[in-house]
């Protein structure tokens, strides 16, 4: 069993394991002259934080454990702070060097560029960030490396062991994104094989048993291990006690038919009614914070609400208007972050607890935007939907960081109660596992079924999967990845139906449009529906902009990797036909048909007759085309196709002759 500590102490104390190791940890005070930079005020910042306290505690972990599970509140110092410990003492020395996960890329390049700016160096150099087509680190300079979960998976692909990292933090562990869960897995398989390898998983909620004892070796294993005086492989948890105040909660008496609305109200009347302090709102998504955003400004234009800066945060936002909620509020205002769970836990908003500038107030709507998949319908949609009581509590916790704090929940004290989950369901458990089961293959994983998942999904999901890419030519009948189109997919970063597109690019000679295609498509934010003032129509052709010069870095990448798997660049002069072709190549498994007689515009899916609907965005809305094949689907009323091009019903049989034949014998002829 592994131990809990919640350490309070003054004094270094002794621990007895059941196992009959001894672990301590101590909470001796530390020199402030540990990062050699004369910047006085950062370093003092940095000892105000929480583990700070706790830095003997865990470095002595990590020397003495294969795996240290830290556990502490948002805030409290964990991924800022962590990482240079290690670096301080002497991690990163011999070649190998410091990484530290985080499931979103918007996080990763703000606490790369806080801790740059903390150690006094450019970012990109001694501090530095991955992110999926985005690498800012320098291979001889580089010390610490924040990337996303998701491209430390793909690095596993050109080097499995990971055997560039000393030791590997796996951060915001409690959110149980889908690449944690496979990243978790697969570094348990890797840490037999490197028992020098040093992992720190943590997490702002108490979930960490579970992990725990995933990470906890056999009884024949442990006997083992202890004879070749390597760190002790059983888990060691660290619990960082916050010094968060106080969070009033607030409840709505009947439950509100609007949370948009509602939200909008809520933070009017605390900008009438509450002392000063920053107010934190928590929405969806984009659209329903651009509303809100909109909302607000209108009020605080006609006079009675001035004073409040409003500003929206989600993961597509440019980086200026990023900057913008990190910066300082400004003398006798009020700032209003609009937010998705994003800054549930893994972001810091600007916090200078002396002055207590930051955030006091936080507006819970009570709802995020999730990924939902279902297997049978092998639909996959982002959905709006209830959070658990763990993210209500996050949430909350977000308005105690500088002083006592309010939180407004909007809902009622009874739903909270009753109806609430106690947390959420891993990701994995609600995915697509597309792009999973092909990486886990292209890293020599063969029984996937077997393997050792932390929270196993669905075999139904897996079954999808693996049907899927069976019909793409990706794996063969005995589900091992094919050669070369199976390597090759599984090389490009992207969707596998779009890396087979790529792929069919070739054949078609139209490569340099399908790339075009498929950098616009792993943009999230490059659509920007143009309505409003003159300033604001300023402000998204800026951001446009800011996508356009993005868009193209992603296509010169993709070229560079179609290059290097044989694909010669090519552009077929404007024959869109080869172009729709390549799509029906790869997106197969999305097409539709137009329902005969339909009045109202709805097609089936082939593979499972699920209704559909060209979105109203598209210019194919209302044209409605017999057969149109999607690149995703989004569920309001209806489930609406988006990005759909219009094709020929022979060009499936020809892209994918097994599949439309097991899927239904002849769904060509009508
Ligand atoms: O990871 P954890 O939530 O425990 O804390 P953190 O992200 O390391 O943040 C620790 C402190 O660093 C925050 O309270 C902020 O004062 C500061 N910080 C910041 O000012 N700007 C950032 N981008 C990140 C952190
Ligand atoms: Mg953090």
Redesign the pocket.
């Known amino acids: 069993m592994s131990q809990f500590w919640k350490p309070g102490t003054e004094r270094p104390r002794l621990i007895d394991d059941e196992e009959g190791g001894v672990l301590f940890y101590s909470t001796s005070p530390l020199s402030s002259s540990s990062s050699g930079y004369g910047f006085a005020s950062v370093e003092k910042?940095r000892q105000r934080?929480p583990?700070y306290k706790y830095r003997t505690a865990i470095l002595y972990l990590v020397e003495t454990h294969a795996t240290a599970i830290i556990v502490?509140?948002?805030?409290?110092?964990?991924?800022?702070?962590i990482p240079q410990f290690l670096k301080e003492a002497g991690w990163a020395e011999g070649g190998r060097i410091i990484a530290c996960t985080q499931p979103r890329r918007l996080a990763v390049q703000?606490?790369a560029?806080?801790v740059a700016e903390e150690m006094g160096v450019k970012l990109g150099e001694e501090v530095g960030y991955t992110i999926r087509f985005e690498d800012v680190t320098n291979t001889d300079l580089t010390k610490i490396k924040f990337l996303t979960d998701g491209v430390l998976l793909r690095e596993m692909m050109d080097d499995p062991l990971l055997s560039k990292y000393s030791v590997i933090m796996v951060?915001e562990a409690h959110e149980r994104s889908l690449s944690t869960d496979i990243l978790l897995g697969l570094l348990k398989k890797i840490q037999r094989r490197r028992p020098e390898l040093r992992l720190i998983i943590s997490s702002?909620t108490i979930e960490a048993k579970k992990i725990s004892s995933f990470f906890s070796p056999s009884k024949r294993r442990q006997a083992l291990l202890t004879e070749d005086h390597g760190p002790n492989a059983e888990p060691a948890i660290l619990s960082v006690e916050g010094r968060g105040f106080n969070v009033e909660i607030f409840y709505v008496e009947d439950p509100v038919p609007d949370y948009l609305q509602a939200a909008v109200s809520t933070v009017l009347s605390i900008h009438d009614q509450e002392a000063m302090g920053d107010i934190l709102v928590f929405l969806t998504g984009q659209d329903d914070i651009d509303a809100a955003v909109q909302l607000l400004s209108e009020e605080s234009r006609n006079g009675q609400n001035q004073g409040l800066i409003i500003l929206p945060l989600y993961s597509g936002l440019p980086r200026a208007e990023q900057d913008l909620v990190?910066s300082p509020t400004p003398r006798g205002k009020r700032k209003v972050v609009v937010s998705t769970n994003i800054a549930e836990?893994s972001?810091?908003l600007?916090?200078i607890r002396w002055q207590k500038k930051g955030i006091v107030y936080v507006v819970d709507s009570g709802f995020s935007k999730q990924r939902f998949y279902n297997p049978i319908t092998d639909i996959e949609s982002l959905i709006v939907a209830p959070i658990s009581k763990a993210s209500a509590r996050q949430r909350a916790g977000r308005a105690g960081?500088v002083r006592p704090g309010k939180c407004y929940r909007l809902y009622t004290e009874e739903y909270f109660l009753k109806e609430m989950s106690a947390e959420g369901i891993p990701e994995i458990q609600r995915s697509n596992l597309v792009s999973s089961v092909i990486q886990l293959k292209a890293l020599g994983i063969d029984n996937i079924l077997g393997f050792d998942w932390l929270a196993s999904p669905s075999s139904e999901a897996m079954i999808r999967a693996l049907e899927v890419l069976y019909s793409l030519g990706v794996l063969d009948s005995d589900a091992k990845l094919t050669s070369p189109d199976g390597f090759q997919v599984a090389e490009i970063p992207l969707d596998p139906m779009i890396s087979k597109t790529i792929l069919a690019s070739n054949q078609y000679g139209c490569s340099e449009e399908v790339i075009t295609i498929a950098a616009l498509l792993s943009m999230q934010s490059i659509w920007i529906s143009a309505r409003g003032t003159e300033k604001e129509l300023d402000e998204v052709k800026l951001r446009f902009a800011a996508a356009e010069k993005k868009a193209l870095e992603v296509r010169e990448q993709l070229r560079r990797i179609a290059q290097r798997l044989g694909i010669v660049l090519k552009s077929c002069e404007g024959d869109i036909q080869v172009v729709r072709k390549a799509i029906a190549a790869g997106f197969f498994a999305n097409a539709c048909r137009l329902e005969p007689y339909s009045y109202n515009g709805m097609y089936k899916t082939v593979r499972t007759s699920q209704e559909v609907y060209v979105h109203p965005s598209s210019v194919l809305f209302r044209v409605n085309p017999k057969w149109v094949i999607y690149n995703s689907l989004v569920s309001t009323d209806r489930q609406y196709m988006r990005n759909v091009i219009s094709i020929d019903p022979s060009w499936l049989r020809e892209a994918a002759p097994h599949f439309y034949q097991h899927q239904q014998p002849n769904p060509i002829a009508h």
């Open positions: 910042q934080l583990v502490g509140e948002t805030g409290s110092g964990k991924t800022t702070q703000s606490v560029s806080r951060d702002a990190f836990t972001l810091t600007e916090v960081r």
